[in-house]
């Protein structure tokens, strides 16, 4: 009998898995992301992409999954995309850099949408998201998509098509044609985040979810996909991603606790996680400079996957927010401008403000051989600021809030939560929220969590 197919291993993982066998410390995670992604959902609340969606969710009217902000009922598909927008748009979100670099909270919204159609416990919903982590996360750290023209949300295709399969409770065959049919008719190019960024941007990896969760309702009803679709002729292999290994029997479980979601890493700045340290070190340059107008010159050295991704072209004179969040030489200039990085830096006066294009204009960016050999496990970035005096100040970070070495706490979440919501929810309706979440695993609905985010009139 011939082994089975990775496909059919991640299946049977997803259906394997059970609640008992997660520790407290991987449900008080989830508790966390989940709470960090209400605070990005809230913080999207009437942006253009996510206006979009809701007006398309709104003219398939059902009852079976909610949209956060609003009163409306669509499929969980439709749901699951404008959600996923509103976790997505900030850049705010949760990551993980392994060989590719991604989201894995891109999938919660999802995972939510299908419990509550699906009406599925909290528990179900805990363990969905479980799932998805475990197996996006270790397929970004099995192979680069980017380095061959491929976005990474490919590998959502994969993890939500697994967790959708757990949620709507397929059998193994089925939940491997789940997987079959997602990630080999959705495949995503890298020219998302490449040159001048668009809506789409934010929207890819909620794109990919949606079809994974229609991928799966094919599967539950008989439909059957490409197989074997990653090792076949013409299958992820070849065609995408070269072939690597990945051991499911090495996946977290109940005797190891290895859960991969544990090392997923959270933001404090709304804007791409790679230069989040480059953010701390000008900042921490700041005080000591009286005069920003002293400045001769401005050196970022950086890791190589920086430079090539956070360094381009377009990243130099960024038009749209989509750009300047994942701009390094512009987070720089803001950060020494302002001391901070926040939603008000990615306004239209604030990218096009003739400051930071000058302070850009005395930015140069190369990579460092010693960074790059950090990195993935630590997203390190070195800051020297030249002055006219003649002296040179440097404030290299090796890793900082949010990392596996200075973890968020419980009272960061919250804050970062409030943050986000005071400009649209009642200190009541927020507590309900908090509260709700953090018993989330023993949830039976989720009509109040929708309730107690929606707009007051």
């Not at 007006?55 to 439709?78: H, K, M, N, W, Y």
């Not at 990919?208 to 490409?226: D, E, K, Q, S, V």
């Not at 107008?293 to 038009?319: C, M, Y």
Request: proline fraction near 4%; charge should be negative; charged fraction near 20%.
């Amino acid at each position: 009998m011939s082994d089975p197919t990775l496909a059919r291993r991640l299946a049977r993982y997803a259906c394997d898995l059970s609640i008992d066998a997660l520790p407290e410390t991987v449900i008080a995670c989830v508790r966390r992301r989940f709470v960090d992604s209400l605070a990005c959902i809230l913080g999207a609340y009437g942006a253009k992409p996510v206006q979009a969606a809701i007006a398309v969710a709104a003219q398939v009217r059902q009852p079976a999954a909610s949209v956060f902000g609003t009163d409306l009922r669509t499929t969980p598909e439709l749901a699951a995309f404008a959600n996923g927008i509103m976790v997505r748009f900030l850049d705010y979100n949760d990551g993980y850099m392994g060989l590719e670099p991604g989201h894995p909270s891109d999938s919660i919204a999802a995972c939510l949408a299908l419990a509550e159609a699906e009406g599925a416990a909290g528990s179900e919903l805990v363990v969905a998201i479980v799932i998805a982590y475990e197996i996006q996360m270790r397929l970004q750290d099995a192979a680069s998509l980017n380095k061959r023209g491929w976005d990474h949300v490919n590998y959502i295709n994969v993890a939500m098509a697994a967790a959708a399969a757990r949620l709507m409770k397929l059998d193994e065959e089925q939940a491997e044609q789940a997987i079959n049919i997602a990630l080999s008719a959705h495949l995503a190019m890298r020219q998302v985040r490449s040159g001048s960024l668009s809506d789409w941007k934010g929207c890819s990896a909620a794109n990919a979810a949606r079809n994974a969760i229609f991928a799966a309702n094919l599967a539950r009803h008989g439909m059957t996909g490409p197989a074997p679709v990653f090792e076949g002729d013409m299958g992820f292999f070849r065609q995408v991603t070269g072939e690597f290994a990945l051991d499911v029997e090495r996946f977290g479980n109940r005797d190891n606790g290895d859960f991969a979601i544990l090392r997923s890493l959270t933001k404090t700045f709304p804007t791409n996680g790679e230069l989040h340290t480059a953010v701390w070190a000008a900042i921490d340059l700041r005080p000591q400079i009286a005069d920003l107008g002293n400045i001769e010159a401005i050196h970022i050295e950086t890791s190589e996957f920086n430079h090539r991704v956070l360094a381009d072209a377009e990243k130099w004179r960024p038009r749209t927010r989509e750009t300047a969040d994942h701009s390094l030489p512009y987070n720089v200039a803001r950060a020494l401008l302002d001391g901070d990085i926040s939603l008000d830096s990615y306004s239209r006066e604030s990218i096009t403000d003739p400051r930071a294009i000058a302070l850009m204009d005395k930015t140069t960016v190369s990579d460092s051989s010693a960074l790059t050999q950090l990195f993935p496990r630590h997203l390190a970035n070195r800051v020297s600021v030249s002055l006219d005096s003649g002296e040179t100040i440097t404030s290299e970070m090796i890793s900082g809030p949010g990392s596996l070495e200075t973890p968020m706490t419980d009272a960061d979440f919250e804050r970062k939560f409030r943050r986000m919501a005071t400009p649209h929810l009642e200190g009541d309706a927020q507590d309900r929220v908090l509260e709700l979440v953090a018993c989330l695993e023993r949830q039976t609905d989720y009509a109040a969590l929708f309730a107690a985010m929606a707009v007051p009139a």
